[in-house]
T-cell receptor, first 116, second 113 residues
Framework: AQSVTQLDSHVSVSEGTPVLLRCNYS??????LFWYVQHPNKGLQLLLK??????LVKGINGFEAEFKKSETSFHLTKPSAHMSDAAEYFC??????????????FGSGTRLQVQP | DSGVTQTPKHLITATGQRVTLRCSPR?????VYWYQQSLDQGLQFLIQ???????AKGNILERFSAQQFPDLHSELNLSSLELGDSALYFC????????????FGPGTRLTVL
């Protein structure tokens, strides 16, 4: 069975400083991994997706994530935070060998605050 | 804008009532997924339909049901509503059965009083 753990429920950074949101996953096979962002009172927007190609994945708005199989991690980073990055971020795993009962498994979310 | 539409945006109803949430997938997408987001449970997968047929079930209560119509839009029916059913309900769509990126709609916020 697949699972995903977001290691921080809240992260606070200053504008212009780097962002690191941590995610560890558990999967029986080579999973697909995603990061989604949810702004207040909005739906979920896809930031980036890993599907066993390059281990460093570039997404929208300057975000990127690195897949590290040995560490079962998929941390999200951004070199310089912007006020508009303040939102909830979800790490998501999809295991192709899963029966489909939990087609996408979401982490519990990390709320990113950006201080001026 | 993901291309997935959901109606209504907000729904306020009373316990014991029944409601229907509607979702239109992105043009060309055959799979529709329903998710529930609540403060205590987080984001949970409820059910998936592909081209009109149920393909996967998650943590969906027996009081809840869904269907996908020939034009590929989907409806989620919630009956005998309880206070704990208050949540944000998301619909997502993808092109194929499994493995594709899912694109999410803006959600329907259900409040049960």
């Amino acid at each position: 069975a697949q699972s995903v753990t977001q290691l921080d429920s809240h992260v606070s950074v200053s504008e212009g400083t780097p962002v690191l949101l941590r995610c560890n996953y558990s999967s029986s096979y080579s999973p697909s991994l995603f990061w989604y962002v949810q702004h207040p009172n909005k739906g979920l927007q896809l930031l980036l997706k890993y599907t066993s190609a390059a281990t460093l994945v570039k997404g929208i708005n300057g975000f990127e994530a690195e897949f590290k199989k040995s560490e079962t991690s998929f941390h999200l980073t951004k070199p310089s935070a912007h006020m508009s990055d303040a939102a909830e971020y979800f790490c998501v795993v999809s295991d192709p060998l899963d029966t489909g009962r939990r087609a996408l498994t979401f982490g519990s979310g990390t709320r990113l605050q950006v201080q001026p | 804008d993901s291309g997935v539409t959901q109606t209504p945006k907000h729904l306020i109803t009373a316990t014991g009532q029944r409601v229907t949430l509607r979702c239109s997938p992105r043009s060309g997408d055959l799979s529709v997924y329903w998710y529930q987001q609540s403060l205590d449970q987080g984001l949970q997968f409820l059910i998936q339909y592909y081209n009109g047929e149920e393909r996967a079930k998650g943590n969906i209560l027996e009081r809840f049901s869904a269907q996908q119509f020939p034009d590929l839009h989907s409806e989620l029916n919630l009956s005998s509503l309880e206070l704990g059913d208050s949540a944000l309900y998301f619909c997502a769509s993808s092109a194929r059965v499994q493995g594709d990126t899912q694109y999410f709609g803006p959600g329907t916020r259900l409040t049960v009083l």
